[in-house]
């Protein structure tokens, strides 16, 4: 009887083995899939732009150039100011809208009666409707005054109502007598809202916080609108600009002696430009996965 179990122990764990292994290999190989176009961009930015335009995109660069990157990086100071730009503009965006939007959700789900029915209208109608953009843009110009500062690259996504939704239907989930028995030891709302409803709340606070560092890392329409400074030219502005500086010099015939690399540069900057925003994005993995839930379940 126990040689009898003693195989069926270990025929199951062979098995559960087998299985593990089997699940194992099959979510690498997936994992390796969706690596691959990443890694298809980073292999055409060091290709030479002819051969990209005949042999289209390789696994391994046929004609091995970094005439992408030399290009790019023909003017490196204007690079790494940009990069101070948009790394200041992306912290700084990211953790004061955070911080505001969060307090406004649990606002929304602290607060009970018609006032919260008046001030979740009052955050739902701007979703439902905007003044356009020529309002916007004489509103942040002529009344505020922010344009040429790094303030215009920042105040307009301070806030947004679908983030300040999402967060508030996470506070709503709390449980309320955590609450109450904070009030009742002599803790007031900002106390609790720090110590209690933030720590609780870190899944959803670093998913949406994902969102909001990725809208301010990628924008570059606010410094289109409002920067004429080169000095604050964002990245993503600074890598558009040059863009469409090669563009015209591919097509105007008086510079017609000017080899631009026009494919090959376009993924040498998605490559200088997306390296940061990948590497925080899977710092935060880890919390995402318990985010992309936000709201989902009472």
Known sequence: MATTRHTFLGSYKLQKRTTNALIHTILVIISLLMLLPFWLVISASF?????LVIDG???WPFHFSTQAYSYLFMSPDSLVRAYGVTAFVTLFGTFFGLLIMAMMAYGLARITGSTRKAFTFFVLFPLLFSGGLIPFYLVMTKIYNINDSLLALIFPYLVSPWYVLLLR??????????????????????????QIAVPLSTPALATIGLFVLLNYWNDYWLAMLFITNHNLFPLQYLLFQMLQNAEIMNKSPQVEHVAVPGQTLRMAMAVVAAGPAIFVSLGLGRYFVRGITLGALK
């Open 57 to 59: 995109y390789q696994i």
């Open 169 to 194: 239907s996470f506070f709503n989930q709390l449980p309320s007598e955590i609450i109450e028995s904070a009030k009742i030891d002599g803790a007031n709302e900002l106390r609790i809202f720090f």
């Open 47 to 51: 290709t030479d732009n002819q051969s």
